[in-house]
């Protein structure tokens, strides 16, 4: 029992917990204002589905590949960026990855029908991209950001599981930025490990000053698009509030410093924070919608 245990928590690090609330922000974004689907055991399992076996993959996938990378990389090591395994370890995680999206993917082609079997096919076709042992997208800057995308099946996912309609353009576009703000900003903590094995990323190649000048143009796009197409001033102010620390962070904070794993740990935090009441807002107002 002890050995299970152990192995159950092993692949609870692995999937990054302290990360699923993007995963989830995704998946709860279609269903706002379904209250029906609460009492739908469907929906806890797709949930369930998003938070960990799905997380298990993309993440346990890119802990396989980037091995090196992350033994000198400091936010290794616990539950909210991930676990540091050794080599042994993940050369046997693999088949366990496979086996839980086996067990997976029949009850949701069940209930979804079989377009979500393109669809959790395609999201596979992007993991594999990305994480190619040697032509892989991870470290083909700007490339890797493009791949950022296969988060925005989770919508569809959630949209043809539980027969609901299906977001506008707008939002995808906005969901993209999203994404690719999201990765940036694991870039810039990741930048002096990355550089240390000679891994090249976007951040990597535009050095941390212009990567988050970037990151501040993405969300300078974000909130245009929330307050003249979506119209919703609140959620807008919300981001707002996020651009202007990234300003202060960038001329007057930490500048180009590399953050210490206090800091990342206390901005993981909050980024949980931030997320939760974002995803309890748009879920409430339907402004995505």
Known sequence: MNKILVEAFFLLKISRPGLWFATVWLYMMPTAGHTHLFDSWIFWLGLFYVCFPLNLLVYGWNDIVDFEADQGNPRKGNYLFGALADKHS???????????????????????????????????????????????????????????????????????????????????FYLSLFAFQSHLMGEVMDIEPDQAVGKTTSAVVLGMYYTKILIIVIVAIEIFIIVYIFKDLLFGSMLLAGLLWLVLDLLFVFKTKSYTLFQMKLFGLASNIIAIASMVYVWWSGCLL
């Open 90 to 172: 993940l050369d046997r995680l693999m088949p366990k990855i496979i086996i839980i999206q086996l067990l997976s993917y029949p009850i949701f082609i069940y209930f979804g029908g079989w377009r979500l079997l393109g669809l959790l096919f395609f999201q596979v076709l992007v993991l594999y991209a990305y994480n190619h042992p040697t032509k892989g997208l991870r470290s083909k800057p700007p490339f890797e950001l493009s791949c950022q995308i296969g988060y925005l099946l989770i919508v569809p996912f959630c949209v043809w599981l539980h027969d609901l309609p299906m977001p506008g353009i707008w939002t995808f």
